[in-house]
């Protein structure tokens, strides 16, 4: 498990900011799929962004994965954002995340200073899963009504994300952090 998403599942918290019919395939529709594999090659740069979000200082714009390949994420350094912003890139046709879901992914984290790429399931080729509950409470605004097969962004303010910093993750105590998000289970 990487560095950053250790922070993601000890960094919990908190915060007010703002098919097929068959029982049998429904359930399988609803469990993590740990055989799918995130993309691992490169969109194109000319890629047109799905997102452009002006920030307090900075500029952010990001396109979702596609089955070939990841996302797309350019900031003009550095970006910085007032409060936590969720938009969805593509909808999905799945069941509905809830807070208490336990989800399967493929993400991309990017530091809104430097626009390093901090952590990757889609450079590790693998997606992970964990309880919606145990990430910081800007990645689960980012989950929680969402549907299965939505590729989602959202650029999270620190109090969300990483109050005190991640260290280990290159994070700093007032970096905005970013994710390109592609949801492909949830029980």
């Known amino acids: 498990m990487s560095v950053a998403l250790v ?42 962004p799905q997102w452009s979000l002006d920030g307090e200082s900075g500029k952010l714009e990001m396109t979702g994965s596609t089955d070939s390949a990841g996302p797309l994420i350019k900031v003009t350094k550095p970006f910085k954002v007032a409060k936590t912003t969720v938009q969805t890139l593509t909808a999905g046709t799945g069941p509905e995340v809830s807070d208490t879901a336990t989800v399967t ?46 590729t989602v962004g959202v650029a999270i303010i620190p109090a969300d994300g990483y109050p005190d910093g991640q260290p280990g993750a290159g994070i700093e105590k007032d970096d905005t952090i970013v994710f390109a998000i592609k949801i492909l289970a949830a029980q």
Not at 28 to 33: E, L, M
């Open 7 to 48: 922070g993601l599942l000890a960094g919990c918290g908190s915060s007010d900011s703002d098919s097929d019919d068959s029982a049998s395939s429904t359930a399988a529709a609803d469990a993590p799929d740990t055989s799918q594999s995130c993309p691992t090659e490169a969109p194109a740069a000319d890629t047109k």
């Open 105 to 150: 992914v493929c993400y991309t984290g990017v530091n809104g200073r430097d626009g390093n790429v901090f952590d990757s399931a889609y450079q590790r080729g693998e997606p992970t899963s964990f309880g919606v509950s145990g990430v910081v409470a800007g990645f689960g605004k980012a989950l929680v009504g969402q549907k299965v097969g939505s």
